[in-house]
C-alpha cells in the first residue's frame, strides 16, 4: 500500500539525514572542509524531503508518524552510534543510499498501481537525487577503499 510505503520512506529519509548530520559534525582528517561540507550538504539535501513526503501521506488520508520511536520501527537505515574513519562514513551512506534507492522503487510502483501520478513524480525526483548521491559517493571512495 503506497500510505504505508510512505511512511517507510519518511523514517528512513529522516534516519538517513541525522545520519549524514552525525559524519558532517564529527568527521576529522586532512580534508576536514571537503568532508564537513559534503556531509552538510548531503543531509540537508535528504532533510529537505522529509516535510513533502509526510504530507503526501497526509494526502493519501493516513497519519503521517511523527516520533522517534515509530522512525526507530519503520525506518530501513541502520542507526550508527559510534563515529567512523571516513572513508567508513562514505562506504556506509552509499550502501544506505542504494537501501533508499531499492525503496524508492518500490514507492513508484505502488503510487503508479494506484494512480498517484503526482506521487510518482515526486519520487523519482528522489530517485534522482540519490543517484547523484550515489555518483558522488563512489567517486569519493575511488581508488581509497
Ligand atoms: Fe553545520
Known amino acids: 500500500m503506497l500510505s504505508d510505503n510512505l511512511k517507510v520512506l519518511l523514517a528512513s529519509t529522516n534516519s538517513l539525514s541525522i545520519k549524514a548530520q552525525n559524519f558532517h559534525w564529527n568527521v576529522e582528517g586532512n580534508n576536514f572542509p571537503q568532508y564537513h561540507d559534503f556531509f552538510g550538504n548531503f543531509y540537508e539535501e535528504v532533510y ?56 524508492l522503487n518500490t514507492c513508484f510502483v505502488s503510487a503508479e498501481e494506484e494512480n498517484k501520478q503526482g506521487i510518482a513524480n515526486f519520487i523519482a525526483e528522489r530517485l534522482d537525487a540519490h543517484e547523484k548521491h550515489g555518483w558522488m559517493l563512489r567517486s569519493i571512495l575511488k581508488n581509497r577503499e
Open 48 to 103: 529537505s524531503a522529509v516535510d513533502k513526503i509526510a504530507e503526501y501521506i497526509r494526502t493519501l488520508d493516513s497519519y503521517a508518524p511523527g516520533s522517534l520511536t515509530r522512525y526507530a520501527e519503520l525506518t530501513i537505515i541502520e542507526d550508527q552510534v559510534k563515529i567512523p574513519r571516513p572513508n567508513l562514513m562514505f562506504a556506509e551512506l552509499l550502501s544506505d543510499n542504494g537501501k533508499m534507492i531499492d525503496l
